[in-house]
């Protein structure tokens, strides 16, 4: 009576001080009661049916409670732990109050995390009972003990360890009700043996649901004036939108006004997807059909966003598309999501409000001619592989019989891989929560007991799992729980004898083949070994057959599949390039209705584009023929006019009073194109004489970040639309312009990097010839025909490759040949169409800056499609890091390159590293003093400081003593000093780091002592 007057807040506190005397006044009234019945009453008037689990010694005071009153809740004895708290987490899941597990304590209790984790990251409401050995009089000491309530506390929300009888009905209470408060999940109770047994209070809190709170009505407004104003708005259904109250708020608002509408892996099913609004599903992040759509959008309503889950669609800062976060929760802002608007409250009720708001400013309803396009062309294109006859089975063919056979209100439980994936995109849920897929933790072993504890549910509705071979296999001995239950219930194992999804990427790292096939059993003489009925398919027309008779039949079912992932992995090719033909043409159609920046951001996918094909069978593509007619004719593209520069001279000997760096000066660095000074943070010294040249412009990281977005979206779409021989013209003026200026481009190199003059002169001259043949090749960019004809099936097909630009590509050049390294990776990217974003070397950046400042004149060249900027090594990391750079380039040392190949993600890399070449002198027929000559300068050109320099010298022994005294004269008349006199050969090291004296001993000057220096040559 007493815990009756006080909040359940504050109940455990009353407990702790109230024990001794509740305890003797219920003696008197004669109302004690087993911890355990107590335990086992609440459960039942929180209105729970199963306890899913395998009890211990430590749970037979709980399991004895639960036989006195089975027939208002039943024990299911499963096989492993870890199926109980997947089907536990189903139950709640599916009906939004907590299932409910059991264990015994340690090995017991640990087998329950990976479910529980499942259930954390999914958001589902469940609770996990654990026994515990006594814990006021133990004599096991620590036999099986392991602290169980830490453990749990990573992966669950609220976790406690029963201390008192007394303490049971306000910490279930408490425990349950943090269980369905948003964001639901799953709840954990430790009831050690001797509690379980003791006698306590007979006290049950009464059942109630909290109101969750309603967003502040500014917030509704604002959001709502959001969507009247927009054009194009679009709504995006996440994982947390799939609860009933909101389902029924958002059918209204979607039905009512028309809006197109998208959903998330784990948001399938709250809306009906054969309505005509419904874009697809964004399995994939990016690149596919329904990402286009959403691009086009300038306003995004996200209901239910879940970090959990996998992003749907990557969200970049600073688009000028608007999103609108509608959730239980505040955002997490990160690099994907960005919300411009967050309305935080009961997502039902902001729902309805926001509907309220538009019906009373005259129910606004969108012309959106775009989006029905884009449903139109991607609804043909998402067809291919639906009627395939291959065998092994496609996941399409098996998508498509899947959906043919399971009835509206079927459910199809799946468990992970990268079918899972593909299902998601072509299943279509008609109800919500019919297909029942993990993309938060996304475990593997779930599809099977999710399946059981959804038939456990629902019996009477039809129920099939899928699950690839090494999925099934994880909790396949649940088999026997589906058959001591009698449920009727169908089980599809995709069989490809592999954990086929890493061994998928596994090839497309690169890497062999190596540690994933299985050698697996025969799944149908398992299934029989369990009493279940087993099936193998024989060919792809068997499998719609076979499952509905395995739904028609009663009993448990295994329907093995052999299954081919052959056709996934040439499906995901293809649709980037179907995607990039798809945008075209609704471009084409529309014209300035479909608008400049929503075009420029989906053509941002060719970035990963390095081949087109497509089938040549004649007559109209199915993706151009319609009836609809484009909403404006775009006017026919002007040609591109090409602007040559007027020459100021036409000598190559300019004056150095007549150069453009002067001493102390300070240089601006490229960002989008723009000469911009904002600091002279970088000193550039002079070699020789360690005095300070001039000054650079050094970036930070918010610099590179502006100078990526650049790239990624204006940079790569006004390179990529330049003809070839607008950008052969660039490169051509770049050869003119560094033709004009070689002497002045030799004597910065030569103040730098303290390179000799002539060899400075040299690498100019190179620096020339690398744009020439740049020039020269950005018109020979072919693509390549094939005829497919090679089998039957290939009659009439063709094979067109087109070669497209990658896209934004990051630079790194070295110190110790600034100009040509840089031309190296500038010339290729212009020749291709690429915008790129070079980091030169720190301590000689005036080399890629004069290309920068040549480029920055170029009337042909779009500003937006290059930077040039040094920055620091933290700056210069996002150059490496960052996804929106399809392609990196790094010239270097080995050690540093293969780091950076390791931090780069998945876009392609290009390493050119440094060597430790070797030459061998084999004869003198050359002549003695050629053979010397040639070999002095590939050992001590630019005082070594190049990957190519000859580091390992190797010669005949019967001509090593005559080599050699002739090597070792011609070394020690080599002339070291000022490396602007025209004689000097040695000049400065880069820096003194690098610098040894005779005695191996760092020495601060730049050179080596060079007169006394004595060549050790080993024989």
């Known amino acids: 009576k007493a815990l009756s007057l006080v909040s359940p807040k504050r109940s455990i506190v009353f407990d702790c001080f109230a024990q001794s005397s509740m305890a003797s006044k219920d003696d008197d009234n004669g109302n004690l009661i087993k911890t355990t019945d107590l335990f086992v009453d609440i459960l039942i008037q929180e209105g729970v049916k199963f306890v899913f689990g395998i009890p211990g010694e430590e749970n037979l005071d709980f399991t004895e409670s639960m036989r006195l009153r089975q027939d208002q809740i039943k024990l299911i004895l499963v096989r492993h732990e870890q199926a109980a708290g997947f089907m536990a987490a189903t139950v709640g899941r599916m009906t939004g109050q907590p299932g409910v597990c059991l264990s015994t304590l340690g090995p017991g209790a640990t087998n329950f995390t990976t479910s529980a984790a499942f259930a954390h990251l999914g958001g589902f409401p469940s609770l996990y009972i654990t026994g515990q050995k006594p814990i006021r009089d133990s004599k096991q000491a620590s036999f099986q003990i392991v602290d169980v309530v830490e453990m749990m506390k990573p992966i669950t929300k609220f976790t406690r360890s029963i201390a008192s009888g007394n303490m049971l009905a306000s910490t279930t209470r408490r425990a349950?009700?943090?269980?369905?408060?948003?964001?639901?999940?799953?709840?954990?109770?430790?009831?050690?043996?001797?509690?379980?047994?003791?006698?306590?209070?007979?006290?049950?809190?009464?059942?109630?649901?909290?109101?969750r709170p309603v967003a502040e009505a500014k917030a509704i407004r604002r959001a709502a004036e959001m969507v009247m104003a927009a054009e194009h708005p679009v709504v995006l259904i996440g994982a947390a939108a799939n609860r009933q109250r909101a389902i029924n708020a958002l059918r209204k608002f979607v039905d009512e006004t028309g809006i197109y509408w998208s959903c998330t892996q784990m948001g399938k099913g709250v809306l009906d997807e054969r309505q005509p609004g419904f874009l697809g599903c964004c399995a994939l992040s990016a690149k596919d059909y329904v990402h286009g759509a959403l691009d086009y959008s300038d306003l995004i309503i996200m209901v239910g966003h879940d970090e959990s889950e996998k992003p749907p669609v990557i969200m970049r800062p600073g688009s000028s598309r608007k999103v609108i976060h509608l959730a239980f929760t505040p955002a997490s802002v990160d690099n994907v999501y960005s919300p411009t608007m967050e309305v935080i409250g009961d997502v039902a009720n902001a729902v309805w409000q926001i509907h309220e708001h538009i019906r009373e400013n005259g129910n606004k309803k969108w012309d959106q001619p775009v989006f029905k396009r884009y449903k139109e062309m991607s609804d043909v294109k998402i067809q291919e592989g639906l009627a395939d006859n291959a065998?092994?089975?496609?996941?399409?063919?098996?998508?498509?019989?899947?959906?043919?056979?399971?009835?509206?209100?079927?459910?199809?439980?799946?468990?992970?891989?990268?079918?899972?994936?593909?299902?998601?995109?072509?299943?279509?849920?008609?109800?919500?929560?019919?297909?029942?897929?993990?993309?938060?933790?996304?475990?593997?072993?779930?599809?099977?007991?999710?399946?059981?504890?959804?038939?456990?549910?629902?019996?009477?509705?039809?129920?099939?799992?899928?699950?690839?071979?090494?999925?099934?296999?994880?909790?396949?001995?649940?088999?026997?729980?589906?058959?001591?239950?009698?449920?009727?219930?169908?089980?599809v194992i995709l069989n490809d004898n592999a954990f086929g999804m890493i061994k998928w990427k596994q090839a497309g790292a690169g890497f062999t083949n190596w540690g994933l096939d299985l050698k697996n059993p025969d799944f149908v003489a398992l299934a029989k070994s369990y009493g279940a009925h087993g099936h193998r398919v024989e060919s792809a027309d068997e499998f719609a057959p076979l499952l509905q008779k395995c739904l028609d039949a009663p009993g448990t079912h295994v329907i093995e599949v052999p299954f081919s992932y052959e056709w996934i992995s040439e499906r995901l090719k293809k649709i980037p390039a179907e995607v990039h033909d798809l945008h075209k043409q609704i471009y084409k159609e529309f014209g300035q209705c479909y608008k400049e920046e929503s075009f420029h951001r989906v053509q941002s996918m060719d970035a990963d584009l390095v081949s087109v094909s497509s089938a040549m069978m004649g007559g109209s593509s199915p993706l151009v023929a319609t009836s609809v007619k484009p909403a404006h004719t775009p006017p026919a593209a002007a040609p591109v006019q090409i602007t040559k520069r007027a020459k100021t001279t036409t000598s190559a000997q300019v004056g150095k009073a007549e150069y453009t760096v002067q001493k102390g000066a300070t240089i601006p660095f490229y960002l989008g194109g723009e000469a911009m000074t904002p600091n002279g943070n970088l000193p550039v010294i002079n070699k020789y004489n360690q005095e300070e040249f001039c000054k650079v412009a050094l970036a930070d990281e918010s610099h590179v970040d502006k100078a990526t977005e650049i790239a990624a979206t204006v940079g790569a779409e006004k390179m990529r639309e330049l003809p070839p021989y607008v950008r052969q013209q660039i490169l051509q003026n770049i050869v003119e312009e560094a033709t004009r200026r070689r002497d002045e481009f030799g004597y910065y190199l030569a103040i730098e990097a303290g390179k000799p003059i002539k060899d400075a002169r040299g690498e100019a001259d190179r620096l020339i010839q690398t744009f020439q043949l740049a020039a020269e090749e950005a018109t020979r960019i072919y693509g390549e025909y094939a005829n497919l004809e090679i089998a039957a099936r290939g009659k009439g097909y063709s094979s067109l490759t087109k070669r497209v630009p990658i896209g934004p590509v990051s630079l790194i050049s070295p110190f110790n040949f600034p100009l040509n390294l840089a031309a190296h990776k500038v010339a290729p990217a212009i020749a291709a169409g690429c915008p790129f974003v070079l980091k030169p070397a720190s301590t000689t950046p005036l080399g890629a800056l004069l290309i920068g400042e040549i480029l920055s004149k170029d009337p042909n060249m779009p500003p937006e499609g290059f930077s040039i900027l040094p920055c620091s090594r933290a700056?210069?990391?996002?150059?490496?890091?960052?996804?929106?750079?399809?392609?990196?380039?790094?010239?270097?040392?080995?050690?540093?390159?293969?780091?950076?190949?390791?931090?780069?993600?998945?876009?392609?890399?290009?390493?050119?590293?440094?060597?430790?070449?070797?030459?061998v002198v084999d004869d003198l027929n050359v002549g003695l003093s050629q053979l010397v000559e040639e070999v002095v300068h590939g050992a001590f050109y630019q005082s070594?400081?190049?990957?190519?320099?000859?580091?390992?010298?190797?010669?005949?022994?019967?001509?090593?003593?005559?080599?050699?005294?002739?090597?070792?004269?011609?070394?020690?008349?080599?002339?070291?000093?000022?490396?602007?006199?025209?004689?000097?050969?040695?000049?400065?090291?880069?820096?003194?780091?690098?610098?040894?004296?005779?005695?191996?001993?760092?020495?601060r000057s730049p050179f080596f002592d060079w007169p006394t220096y004595d060549l050790h040559v080993l024989k």
């Open 176 to 211: 349950l009700s943090t269980a369905v408060t948003e964001k639901p999940g799953p709840v954990h109770m430790e009831l050690a043996e001797d509690i379980a047994a003791e006698m306590t209070s007979k006290t049950i809190f009464e059942k109630h649901v909290p109101r």
């Open 391 to 491: 065998f092994p089975m496609n996941i399409a063919r098996v998508c498509a019989d899947l959906r043919k056979v399971l009835p509206e209100d079927g459910i199809l439980s799946l468990d992970n891989g990268l079918y899972k994936v593909v299902l998601a995109r072509l299943f279509k849920a008609y109800l919500p929560n019919t297909v029942l897929l993990d993309n938060a933790l996304a475990t593997m072993g779930a599809g099977i007991p999710n399946a059981l504890g959804c038939k456990f549910l629902f019996p009477d509705r039809k129920v099939v799992s899928i699950s690839g071979d090494g999925g099934a296999q994880m909790n396949l001995p649940e088999l026997a729980t589906s058959v001591q239950y009698g449920l009727n219930v169908v089980h």
């Open 875 to 919: 700056a210069g990391n996002l150059l490496t890091t960052d996804d929106r750079f399809k392609l990196m380039s790094f010239t270097g040392s080995p050690g540093v390159g293969y780091k950076l190949k390791n931090q780069s993600g998945k876009k392609p890399v290009v390493l050119e590293l440094g060597g430790n070449a070797a030459c």
């Open 944 to 1003: 070594g400081q190049s990957c190519i320099s000859i580091q390992r010298l190797f010669v005949n022994e019967n001509i090593y003593d005559q080599f050699v005294d002739a090597f070792v004269s011609k070394v020690k008349s080599l002339k070291a000093g000022d490396p602007l006199d025209e004689d000097v050969f040695i000049g400065p090291l880069i820096s003194e780091k690098g610098t040894y004296d005779n005695g191996g001993q760092h020495t």
